[in-house]
């Protein structure tokens, strides 16, 4: 399945080079949602929740779970804010760097979610930069890899979304070794992130029983426009529009 995703920034749509310099910026996003409509399911990302600044997000995401399946993440750091976010609709609540601790796994806080929030509403997000996960909007590295965490993770969770930023918002490509290295850890089930720019990427994904999370390259297909004078450097471009699924 590819999922197109949707990540606020102060009301905005927005996407980001590995999660710091702004790319594109689109005023609407209900207007970006019907651009997605024969999608089965959308990432919904509040990046102002997860970097703990910028505008309350809150009511454009209920709008978009309202009106779209959504996974939703950014900023969710307590079981209360999990409950409230699978509360307004959405199909999953993603959690990110409350999960881990400096030391490695936060087992208090993750029991404490799976006792409000069922198992199967629950996504763990583990982000690698420079092989070692990475948390706090990415600002941060943890000394382990997403490989060695996985494996604990299992019981807190229905499924995982690695991001692979080293490639994420660059358009030249995703590193597949790397999401086979997760995919032989854990038999969940994994969304792939970061980088993603051809069809044979995703088509190896699938092989390997992933999801595909697209940002930069599916906004280059429904808004070429916008890439037209300014475009990362890329490899291989998506030559036809993905399927949905």
Sequence with gaps: ??????????????????????????PEPLAVLEKFSAY?????????????KGQNNGE????????????????????????????????????????????????DFLRSLTAVVPREKLL???????????????????????AQVLPQLEPYCSGFLCTYIDGEGKLQGTNIDWFRSLRAVTQLPITAAGGITTDEEIRALEELGMH??????IYRKVFPELFAKRQPKMDTPLQSPPSPD
């Design 60 to 107: 454009i995401v209920r709008e978009l779970c309202h009106r779209k399946p959504c996974r939703v993440g950014g900023g969710i750091r307590s079981a209360a804010r999990a409950q409230a976010v699978v509360g307004d609709g959405a199909l999953k609540a993603i959690v990110g760097s409350r999960a881990f601790t400096s030391q490695g796994i936060n087992h």
């Design 40 to 52: 089965p399911e959308i990432q919904v990302i509040d990046l102002d929740a997860a970097m703990g």
């Design 124 to 146: 763990i997000a583990v982000d690698s930069f420079g092989d070692q996960v990475a948390v706090h909007g990415w600002k941060e590295t943890l000394p382990f890899s997403c």
């Design 1 to 26: 399945m590819i999922i197109p995703c949707i990540d606020l920034m102060d009301g905005k749509v927005v996407q980001l080079v590995q999660g710091k310099e702004k790319f594109l910026e689109l």
């Design 212 to 217: 595909a999370a697209l940002g930069m390259s």
